[in-house]
């Protein structure tokens, strides 16, 4: 196996037409590169061989964070710290905050990317998981103009989504929807990469002590991020009553999800971790909810 990097050259186009138009005169040969961080790994250990890859961070844009039309609108070239240092971020979406301070590594956090992170399409990521459970839209530019894609239709396999040859993916929107709604986050993980993601969203109506609406995703465990309509249903109701049925809930969640028996573990054993994240989270969330709403 080889442990160095074959030749390549790198271009570093100014727009986006631009880079779209060397992708397509690449082919095959050719590929975004980001951050490098998932790129340059795998070219190094002989996965993948491009002899031309196209620098995206000289376009200018894509690294920008805002809000707009109702939406958190992340440049697909904001790093993870970026995210997880983020004002914006921290102050409506703090669950995505949080997530992102615990990607991988500070090296890997410094320049590795939101959008290089979803483009790879690694079964193992903690943002995908996160950004399903919140509903993101995918804006994507290329030969045939900008379209937009919820994220189940852009990541349509393991190491696969819907990006068609020429396209970028140049932002990531998230809705906002109101501070009656709180998220989070629980991850669990032994290797290098998560080997169970769960979140949860849940909209609180604190007066009457009750959830309103729910969303529930489970990643890493299966070959991609799925949500659990049974288990959502499960969990809207008055709190008291939801804390009756989180084993329900959990299980039906674990089954919506195409666990894997793997080296991390049997899906058995998956399964249960999912029972318990989901009723930590449940209670963790359900208390913020009502905290908040009082304060
Ligand atoms: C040691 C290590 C540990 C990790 N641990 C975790 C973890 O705990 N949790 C987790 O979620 N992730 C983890 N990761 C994955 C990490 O999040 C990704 O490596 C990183 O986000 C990829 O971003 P990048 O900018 O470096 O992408 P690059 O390596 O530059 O690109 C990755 C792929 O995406 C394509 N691409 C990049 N940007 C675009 C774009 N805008 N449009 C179209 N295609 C694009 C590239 O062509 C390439 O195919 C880990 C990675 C490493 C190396």
Not at 85 to 94: D, E, G, N, V
Not at 260 to 270: E, F, N, Q
Not at 284 to 295: F, M
Request: aromatic residues 4%.
């Amino acid at each position: 196996m080889p442990t160095f990097l074959p030749p390549f050259t790198i271009q570093q186009p100014a727009s986006l037409d631009e880079a779209s138009q060397l992708l397509l005169d690449g082919g095959d040969d050719a590929r975004a590169y980001a951050g490098g961080t998932e790129l340059l790994l795998v070219m190094k250990h002989g996965g993948l061989q491009y002899g031309s890859l196209i620098d995206i961070k000289t376009i200018p844009g894509l690294g920008t964070i805002e809000v707009s039309d109702g939406a958190l609108r992340i440049g697909a070239l904001a790093t993870h710290l970026a995210v997880e240092r983020s004002p914006l971020i921290r102050q409506h979406i703090p669950s995505l905050a949080e997530l992102e301070g615990k990607v991988a590594n500070p090296r890997v956090r410094a320049s590795g990317t939101l959008g290089g992170n979803l483009c790879f399409g690694e079964p193992h990521s903690d943002p995908a998981t996160l950004l399903l459970c919140l509903d993101a839209t995918m804006q994507i530019d290329g030969p045939d103009g900008a379209r937009s894609l919820p994220i189940d239709e852009f990541i349509v396999g393991p190491y696969e989504t819907a990006l068609a040859e020429g396209e970028l993916l140049t932002s990531i929107d998230i809705p906002l929807r109101g501070t009656a709604w709180v998220s989070a986050y629980t991850k669990f993980q032994v290797r290098e990469r998560p080997m169970l993601g769960l979140a949860l969203a849940l909209e609180i109506d604190a007066a009457a002590a009750a959830v309103t609406d729910a969303r529930a995703a489970v990643g890493s465990a299966s070959p991609i991020p799925v949500r659990g309509a049974e288990a959502e249903a499960l969990l809207v109701g008055p709190i008291s009553e939801i804390r009756g049925r989180l084993a329900e809930a959990g299980a039906a969640l674990a089954a919506a999800a195409d666990l894997l028996d793997d080296g991390d573990g049997s899906a058995a054993y998956k399964a249960h971790l999912i029972g318990v994240f989901l009723r930590q989270t449940f209670e963790r969330l359900t208390a913020a909810g009502t905290e908040r709403a009082t304060a």
